[in-house]
């Protein structure tokens, strides 16, 4: 049996080490060995009882680190758990014209704002099962896997009354993107607080 008897954060002051901070974990044995794992990456080093830390230099060099993330808010350790993406809501508008190939699109808009053809984000592409194209062919964009009686009879659907063999289409998408980094760091800073406060 084995058992991590503490991890202590440390910082390597490295010039070229973009995370800056570390965590050692420090274990013990049944047969009263200890070891320390100084990047916890499995590699282990065998260390006395007395290189072990105390609880008060554990708790200590958390501070350290917390001092860190709220000097720079980052969290180089992924050690406080804040929200890095949040949910929006898109509105899009299509218009999708009858070809002997298939529907094609022949316009989106996002909100009010056009987007142009070649430009179309890859949730979008994929929602209208259009195979995405290369950067830069300005080839038609075909509907795939759907024939035009198909298309017209979706739910989304609307078809615009003087029918000359355009539909119209509103759909929403609900995704997850990232927060800005300023927003992050405003959590991670509270958070950190939130520690030093507490112990
Ligand atoms: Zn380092």
């Known amino acids: 049996m084995s058992d991590i008897v503490s991890t202590v954060p440390w910082c390597c002051g490295e010039r070229n080490c973009p995370s800056q901070w570390h965590k050692s974990t420090y274990w013990c044995y049944d047969d009263g060995t200890y070891s320390c794992d100084r990047y916890t990456y499995g590699y282990h ?25 709220l000097e720079t808010g980052t969290d180089p350790l992924y050690e406080y758990n804040v929200k890095h993406t949040r949910s929006v809501k898109e509105s899009y508008y299509a218009q999708v014209k009858r070809s002997i190939a298939g ?21 979008v592409l994929d929602w209208l099962n259009i195979p995405s194209p290369s950067p830069t062919a300005s080839r038609p964009l075909f509907l795939m896997g759907m024939d035009w009686s198909h298309f017209i009879e979706c739910p ?19 995704r997850k993107i990232p927060r800005s980094p300023a927003a992050v760091a405003t959590d991670l800073r509270k958070a950190a607080q939130r520690h030093l406060s507490t112990n």
């Open 45 to 69: 080093e065998n260390v006395q009882q007395a290189d072990m830390p105390s609880p008060e230099e554990e708790v200590n060099a958390w501070k350290g680190y917390a001092c860190y993330v």
């Open 103 to 123: 529907p094609r699109l022949v316009l989106l808009r996002r909100g009010r704002i056009e987007v142009p053809l070649d430009e179309i984000p890859q949730h």
């Open 156 to 174: 989304e659907v609307h078809v615009w009354k003087n029918d000359n063999g355009i539909a119209a289409v509103r759909f929403s998408l609900n």
